[in-house]
T-cell receptor, first 118, second 108 residues
Framework: EAGVVQSPRYKIIEKKQPVAFWCNPI?????LYWYLQNLGQGPELLIR????????DSQLPKDRFSAERLKGVDSTLKIQPAELGDSAVYLC????????????????FGPGTRLTVL | AQRVTQPEKLLSVFKGAPVELKCNYS??????LFWYVQYSRQRLQLLLR??SRESIKGFTADLNKGETSFHLKKPFAQEEDSAMYYC??????????FGQGTTLQVKP
């Protein structure tokens, strides 16, 4: 099992350029999460999908960020245009009702994409 | 407001010493709490959750509702425990709220 796959692992762009991150969740996981992790901080949820539906996007800055999860499997997170303050690690995680014990799904994280905006 | 606070950015101990990583939370109702760990060059992974009441890699964490705390403890630290530790709270909307993290450094 490869776990959650993310690409690219690193991305350096100039401000005002667009950028996209891709995530492939663990097979069978219907819930997918995108988190933002700034340096020295814990991850913060940007958006959560249940299959194709975005069920929580309240923290997603919709003026420049967008996400999609077509067919309820892979997901793409896009920033257009990128700003200096977007430099961070973008984490993807997935879970299913059967991935943990008890009532709560265990979230499995990908390695992240480290974005640097110059 | 739902919040997780980890007051220490860095905790440095010697091998064999006891370890306590502090976590305090703010939540109305019965919280569901977790500890996640990130070893160097590895991805974030679940260490333990309070509902399972299990010990993982010698770590335990007890929920103290009176003190709104969920401190992570280990009686004898090992060098391989050196990592970044995050305390997290499951919010009433189903999202994880993470603390800022504590770097544990275990010296030989």
């Amino acid at each position: 099992e490869a776990g959650v796959v993310q690409s690219p692992r690193y991305k350096i762009i100039e401000k005002k350029q667009p950028v996209a991150f891709w995530c492939n969740p663990i097979s069978g996981h219907n819930t997918l999460y995108w988190y933002l992790q700034n340096l020295g901080q814990g991850p913060e949820l940007l958006i959560r999908y249940e299959n194709e539906e975005a069920v929580d996007d309240s923290q997603l800055p919709k003026d420049r960020f967008s996400a999609e999860r077509l067919k309820g499997v892979d997901s793409t997170l896009k920033i257009q245009p990128a700003e200096l303050g977007d430099s961070a690690v973008y984490l993807c995680a997935s879970s299913s009702p059967f991935s943990g014990q008890g009532e709560t799904d265990t979230q499995y994280f990908g390695p992240g994409t480290r974005l640097t905006v110059l | 407001a739902q919040r997780v606070t980890q007051p220490e950015k860095l905790l440095s101990v010697f091998k064999g010493a006891p370890v306590e990583l502090k976590c305090n939370y703010s939540y109305s109702g019965s919280p569901e709490l977790f500890w996640y760990v990130q070893y160097s060059r590895q991805r974030l992974q679940l260490l333990l959750r309070h509902i399972s009441r299990e010990s993982i890699k010698g770590f335990t964490a007890d929920l103290n509702k009176g003190e709104t705390s969920f401190h992570l403890k280990k009686p004898f630290a090992q060098e391989e425990d050196s990592a970044m530790y995050y305390c997290a709270l499951l919010s009433n909307t189903g999202k994880l709220i993470f603390g800022q993290g504590t770097t544990l450094q275990v010296k030989p």
